[in-house]
């Protein structure tokens, strides 16, 4: 479930059809605010995408949100803006993440993006919770429409971490009803190990209850030969 974060703001009252009429006033506001913000970035030759545009619900400021890979300068560009809307003008720059945050779309689940739906905060995603989740490393299938890690790939970060602390790793020596063998595969959400038992070596992996396989050991891997020094 979504957090909630506290304190929240005030609810001064139900909206009114006149609330309504107003609203759809600034709607109309703020694409043409857009509209003009984009031929004015064009115009000053500004390295800078425009996202979004929002206008407060008392018009007392448009609020203009833009990506860049760079600091801009667009104090001209406020001043221009300024002439034309007879507001105060801010400008935001945003990150990436941002950006589909603001703009939507759809995920490789099928589902809107969930930072547009109802994700509040981004959260820190690793590659290492790809990899603790034996997900393919393909950056393409484990990023969202921003480009970074999917942020739901540490959604499930903490259960996996703490079934694999009860899973034998790979390369375990363990004890099974049917002899001794070594850990070649783990499924951690199911307390799955595959065991390649010592007396049937060419025999496939036989599955287990972690549970039901006792740890004995460690593989000794060979150490790798150091170059010689020069």
């Not at 004015?40 to 995408?49: D, F, N, T």
């Not at 993006?113 to 919770?129: A, N, P, R």
């Amino acid at each position: 479930a979504a957090e909630i974060i506290s304190p929240l703001k005030k609810v001064l009252r139900r909206a009114t059809p006149e609330d309504d009429a107003h609203k759809k006033e600034n709607d109309a506001k703020e694409k043409e605010a857009f509209r003009v913000c984009e031929d004015m970035i064009i115009r000053h030759g500004l390295e800078m995408k425009l996202v979004e545009v929002e206008c407060t619900f008392d018009n007392s400021k448009l609020l203009f949100y833009f990506t860049s890979e760079s600091r801009v300068d667009f104090r001209d560009l406020v001043k221009d803006l300024a002439s034309v809307f007879r507001t105060r003008i801010e400008l935001r720059q945003i990150g990436i993440r941002d950006e589909a945050k603001m703009i939507g779309g759809l995920g490789i689940c099928g589902r809107p993006v969930c930072c547009h739906t109802f994700l509040e905060d981004f959260g820190q995603v690793s590659i290492k919770m790809a990899k603790e989740q034996n997900l393919s490393l393909n950056t393409a299938k484990i990023s969202g429409t921003c480009g970074r890690l999917m942020c739901c790939l540490r959604y499930e970060h903490d259960t996996y971490e703490e079934e694999i602390r009860k899973t034998p790793k790979v390369d375990s020596l363990v004890r099974t009803d049917d002899g001794d063998g070594v850990v070649v595969e783990t499924v951690p959400l199911q307390g799955i190990v595959k065991v390649q038992l010592s007396q049937n070596p060419d025999a496939a992996p036989k599955a287990y209850n972690r549970d039901d396989v006792k740890l004995i050991g460690y593989v000794k891997k060979e150490a790798k030969p150091q170059p010689k020094q020069q």
